[in-house]
């Protein structure tokens, strides 16, 4: 199983590649906003992606809906992890595609509880 | 009058308990917390410093302290990896770290008192025999914590309240 992780910070995306390592995922594919992303799935389809929403050059909520506009890709679930936490903020994410959603900070094992229940979609 | 009368005690509350919770979740430390303070004088000592803005009805900073050797302690921990291999992931590591107690002080105050504001992107300092002056009017308390034995900082500024 092939994993997206899109956040602009380095420190993010290793807590969460560690996370995924301990739950057996090693096939893990970065990239530092939604622009990067779109290259790495431009170079293959992935089974997951897990953004972030506030990241420079394209946002998370704008990358989702490009991928959400792109017929090949469309259906591959979308995990955002945000400090973006207000009700409308959750709203617009859903609105934009997303399929779960986690708030900063979390637990070790909120992410896995999120990481399985979108797996098991 | 007390030392921490000038900010709301609610601000001060919900920005301890933030702190303390990012720390918990992302860090893997308790933090101990002591007694706020808001005298000018009030300096700490610190090599590194992590800044986040937010605006709204009240505007102003949430700033970070600490040690070099703090931060890095904190970046391993995050990264789960030993202090000694921290090389140069420190400052995205300060700057996730105040991002998410900004972040989760933001929240706690949109649910506290009902107010919406938008944060900043992080900044990081990285130095030595430095510290930062503010040149307009505004209202400062600064939160001691204890993580083993290093001294960390969290500071509040606000440059304009709800209520002013």
């Known amino acids: ?21 301990k739950l057996g995922h090693q096939d893990v594919a970065e990239a530092g906003n939604g622009k990067e992303g779109l290259d790495r799935l431009s170079a293959g389809p992935v089974d997951v992606i897990i953004t972030d ?34 009700k409308d903020d959750i709203v617009e994410a859903l609105k934009a595609g997303v399929n779960s959603y986690v708030v900063k900070p979390f637990t070790p094992d909120t992410m896995k509880e999120k990481i399985e229940a979108v797996l098991a979609r | 009058m007390p030392p921490t009368a000038a900010i709301d005690s609610l601000f001060i509350d919900e920005l301890t308990a933030a702190t303390r919770d990012v720390f918990k979740t992302m860090v893997f430390q308790d933090l ?10 009030l300096k700490p000592g610190a090599n590194v410093v992590g800044t986040v803005a937010f605006a709204g009805k009240t505007v102003g900073l949430v700033v ?38 900004a972040g989760s002080f933001r929240t706690r105050m949109a649910h506290a008192k ?29 939160c001691p914590f204890r993580m083993n034995k290093a001294e960390l900082y969290v500071e509040l500024i606000v440059t304009r309240s709800a209520t002013q």
């Open chain 1, 1 to 21: 199983m092939r994993f997206l992780i899109v956040d602009d910070s380095s420190t993010m995306r290793r807590i969460i590649i560690n996370t995924l390592n």
């Open chain 1, 53 to 86: 929403w506030n990241m420079p050059e394209m946002s998370g909520i704008d990358f989702i809906r490009t991928v959400r506009s792109m017929p090949e890709i469309k259906d591959t679930p979308v995990l955002m992890v945000t400090t973006n936490a207000a």
């Open chain 2, 32 to 41: 101990e917390a002591a007694s706020p303070t808001s005298e000018d004088a």
């Open chain 2, 64 to 101: 970070f302290y600490s040690t070099l050797d703090a931060a890095q302690a904190i970046t391993a921990s995050m990264l789960g990896v030993e202090p000694a291999s921290v090389n140069g992931e420190l400052h995205d590591a300060i700057g996730e770290l105040t991002n998410m107690i």
């Open chain 2, 114 to 142: 009902g107010e919406t504001w938008a944060i900043s992107v992080p900044t990081v300092t990285v130095g030595s025999d430095f510290y930062t002056k503010y040149v307009s009017d505004v209202q400062r308390v600064l």
